[in-house]
């Protein structure tokens, strides 16, 4: 079984190299090194804070900082530059911070005889399957350049729309949770006490009135158990999420709600027609750029239709004609676009319109769903306050008629 070691050694101008090395034997390190005509001064096990390269390193890497990194990499690669030189360039120019430590491990891994893609697996939490895939396909197809721009330019965009996403959801977020907040302190705080100095006994109270209090008893008398039912409603979610029938079942009603299903159908469309569109743009066989596909999605209802239309293409079919037996999950559009780029051989700019077009519809569908939960979540905190005033005023008028 390999260990990770921490080697310093002297290359041929006398200058001093320090790196990281997984390897069976601390020997094993040392013929790597004099192979190289470097003079080993000190090899030793590396202490666990410093096991970048295992993977479990928490490396937080920004969006931006990374997409930047992807075109000044895929620049230099299409230029001419070795990856392992472009690797190095990039590694001393940048600051010391965790992009520093990522290059440094990502170009160690590939002096000691890894692929760009196999070093790329041990930092699963930094690039997503998505990344790795193309990547891969990259290296096959000696297109690696183009396919770093390329990918770039497509996280750049998911990164715009998941900050419109986020943007969009801060405010209903806020009144979300300022609403949930009042109606706990006024049911659970205001409203008994407030009852309690003002009934009557023995007389029965209005119907809206017992209705209030009977709520606001069971959130003070049961406060533990809606929060235990509530943690193990979301632990139950996420176990749920984590199987494969549950994970089925959340992909099957995520496009099956109405009003939200066209936001999360656009978003895999999008994804959709934006990668097979590069990839098919970049030369990539359609089978290979459907499992590179399939591989990406989240939805696994979409995973499994691709999967389908990757085998109706193995055995001969054109990619419309698979497409078509889809109809639930692909509209007429993304159809008509494929066979129109099918039958003028330029299938991959087609389909990347698609995506862009997609993107564009989604923005517009996340802003109307917005639109109307803002007023929504208005409406239901005045429908709360009206009926709450009415269970806590109707026994005092009950009381004026009495004194009257």
Known sequence: MNRRFAYKALDLNGKTMEGFMEAATPEEVGTWLADRNYFVLEIASAPLQTLVATGKAELKIPARTMNFFLLQLSSLINAGCPLIMSLHALFRQSPKGPLRELLKD????????????EALKAHRRVFSNLFITMVEVGEIGGILGEILERYAYIN??????????????????????????????????????????????????????????????????????????LALAIFGFFMLRSSE?????????????????????????????????????????ILTSLQAVEKALGNVIYKEAINSIREAVSRGESLTQAISKHRDLFPESIILMTDVGERGGNTGDMLEKAG?????????????????????????????????????????????????
């Open 106 to 117: 990502l170009r160690e891994k590939i002096e000691s005889g890894k692929s760009f893609s």
């Open 156 to 229: 750049d965009a998911m990164y715009r729309l998941r900050a419109k996403i986020i943007k969009s959801m801060i405010y209903p977020a806020i009144l979300l949770i300022f609403t949930i907040l009042v109606a706990w302190a006024l049911l659970a705080y205001v409203f008994p006490v407030f009852i309690e100095k003002i009934q009557v006994s023995g007389e029965m109270l209005p119907l809206p009135t017992r209705i209030v209090l009977f709520v606001s008893d069971i959130i003070t008398g049961h406060s533990i158990l809606i929060g235990s039912l």
């Open 245 to 285: 029938f549950g994970s089925r079942w959340i992909s099957k009603a995520m496009i099956s709600i109405p009003l939200l299903n066209s936001m999360f159908m656009q978003m895999e469309l999008s994804l959709f027609a934006r990668i097979l569109g590069t990839l098919l743009k970049c030369g990539v066989p």
């Open 356 to 404: 862009i077009i997609y993107e564009r519809d989604l923005e517009t569908t996340i802003e109307t769903l917005v639109s109307l939960l803002q007023p929504a979540m208005v409406i239901f905190l005045a429908i709360f306050v009206v009926t709450l005033t009415m269970a806590m005023y109707l026994p005092l008028f009950d009381i004026i008629k009495t004194v009257r």
